[in-house]
């Protein structure tokens, strides 16, 4: 007899799915009755919100669902930040619970983990959650969720199973087939009028957002063929190579930048939500888009939020670009400002790079030593100073090498964790797997240090940066800013580097340019995650000595 619990691992094959990351515990051990036979790899985190953003950085190197398998109660409330930052990253995630029996459900009667309703509790983290209440329905919301994940806005889908279901006979679902769905299409009337306005427009220019970055290749083309310049969110870097001279980066919230975007006569958002965390990280408002606006998503209601279009499309962004490229082949473009396009691009990236100040200018040059070392690095970031600074002036060559939680939801703690899913994502679609480095702070790397121990465990050669500068800094600046006595931010700073070295990392710490280098080349040559450590004071000294 096959379970429920054991189909449903052999139908998550049947998706693609060739990673879980769970802790198992007595309400999921039927999960993993099937497992130990598939071809799915099982890694265990150290916390439960640690699994949530190992999918999350699985996700996003790879394209594909990251899946999980938690445990009722507290492991559902310790996965739900992580799917907070996934779903306000648009990041496609299965989590997959267990839950009291059906019987048993809501009762209040103070079963172990028991929660009186574990849909609602991650409903606003989740695209949906649906309680299986019998092994036939299985099939059928496995193809609910991979049919958002492929088709639509991708976020976290909640799916619990309740005891009795996980042990009820299955074996007539053994033989069910994965359903695959393709992504709308371009709608012709649509694409012909934003095709019109685009050839007419002296000053056009492009703002992409991470829902395009499959798209990359046709939209630096129709960049190319517009001669419009271009700015990415930061989920988006990559998709223009970084000396592309038509990128102007991720400076949407700089008045420079904005100066541009105001200039612009036909602007063209395509899969971005046009959100504070990319227009305006500093919270001060004013982006503002007086040119006709055409909008591409392809989730219907994120087309007319913050800002209306003129024109919207409900579309997949590769499908559409390349719409957009075959239509405007078929006619004449109006003539361009002749001051406009890469001219217009490359001052500003001229303005810009004036404006820097000592401690931007840095930073920069910290992330620039680690792109030299390892030119093919994905770096996975949290909310620390380099990360901010990277946002602003770090431009990887290709999509998905960088990425962080300083957007959407703002998690603390998530880049070590999500560090492991990325590497293990990495291999997914090539032979070899590309370096990963994890930025993180002192008290960042804090919330989720335990997880460098499954770094450990599941071999995964993650170098960790760790940015110290004894606390919370940004915070206190802030804080003074506003004119508030700094309180809480002077936070303990352990010994990082015993605490690694006890936990089985390499250890380091570097004061210097070649000292950083030195340390990159042996990691890069371990088997298993280093952490190298460098204090911000003595770095910055070294760079301006």
Not at 286 to 297: C, M, N, S, V
Request: charge should be negative.
């Amino acid at each position: 007899m096959a379970t429920c619990g054991e189909v449903l691992v052999k139908l998550l094959e049947g998706y693609g799915v060739e990673q879980v990351f769970g802790i198992p515990g007595v309400h999921t051990v039927e999960l993993y009755r099937g497992l130990a036979r598939s071809s799915i790899r099982h890694v265990t985190p150290r916390h439960e919100q640690g699994a949530g953003f190992m999918a999350d950085g699985y996700a996003r190197t790879s394209g594909k669902p990251g899946v999980c398998f938690i445990i009722t109660g507290p492991g559902m409330t310790n996965i739900t930040t992580a799917m907070g930052q996934a779903y306000a990253d648009s990041i496609p995630m299965l989590v997959i619970s267990s839950v009291q029996s059906r019987s048993q459900l809501g009762g209040g009667r103070g079963k172990l983990h028991e929660l009186p309703n574990q849909g609602a509790l991650v409903g606003g983290v989740a695209a949906f959650s649906h309680t299986l209440m019998s092994a036939a329905q299985l099939p059928g919301v496995l193809a609910r969720a991979f049919a958002l994940f492929q088709a639509g806005r991708p976020r976290p889908v909640h799916i619990e199973i309740p005891l009795d279901v996980l042990v009820e006979e299955a074996d007539d679902l053994l033989d069910s087939e994965p359903v695959n769905i393709a992504r709308a299409g371009a709608e012709p009337a649509a694409i012909a009028r934003m095709s019109q306005l685009l050839a007419g427009a002296r000053r056009p220019l492009i703002l992409a957002g991470g829902g395009a970055i499959d798209a990359a290749a046709s939209l630096t083309r129709l960049a190319e063929v517009l001669n419009a310049p271009v700015a990415l969110t930061i989920n988006a870097k990559g998709m223009l190579a970084s000396r592309h001279p038509l990128l102007i980066g991720s400076t949407q919230s700089l008045l420079a930048t904005r100066a541009l975007v105001a200039d612009a006569d036909v602007v063209l958002a395509i899969g971005t939500e046009l959100a504070e965390t990319d227009y305006d990280v500093t919270f001060a408002g004013g982006f503002e888009i007086p040119g006709a606006l055409l909008r591409i998503d392809i989730d219907p209601d994120q087309t007319v939020r913050n800002y209306p279009p003129k024109v919207a499309l409900v579309a997949d962004a590769r499908t559409a670009t390349e719409a957009l490229l075959a239509e405007l082949g078929e006619q004449p473009l109006g003539e361009r400002d002749s001051a406009w396009g890469a001219a217009r691009a490359g001052a500003l990236r001229n303005e810009l790079a004036q404006q820097w100040d000592a401690p931007t200018r840095a930073q920069t040059r910290f992330l620039e030593t680690v792109l030299q070392e390892l030119p093919e690095i994905v770096i996975v970031g949290d909310s620390t100073q380099p990360v901010y600074t990277g946002n602003l002036t770090f431009n990887p060559e290709r999509p998905r090498r960088w990425f962080n939680s300083s957007t959407g939801y703002g998690t603390l703690g998530y880049a070590l964790p999500a560090a492991i899913g990325a590497w293990l994502g990495s291999a997914s679609e090539r032979n070899a797997r590309a370096p990963v480095a994890c930025l993180i702070g002192d008290g960042g790397l804090q919330f989720t240090l335990a997880e460098l121990a499954c770094a450990v465990e599941a071999r995964t050669p993650i170098i960790v940066l760790l940015w110290n500068n004894q606390g919370y800094e940004e915070i206190k600046k802030y804080m003074v800013n506003r004119d508030i006595e700094p309180v809480g931010v002077d936070i303990y700073t352990p010994d990082f580097i015993g605490v690694a070295k006890a936990l089985g990392c390499a250890a380091e710490a570097i004061d210097s340019v070649d000292g950083l280098r030195d340390a990159l080349r042996a990691a890069s040559d371990r088997q298993g995650p280093t952490l190298i450590e460098i204090d911000q004071a003595g770095w910055m000294q070294a760079v301006q000595a």
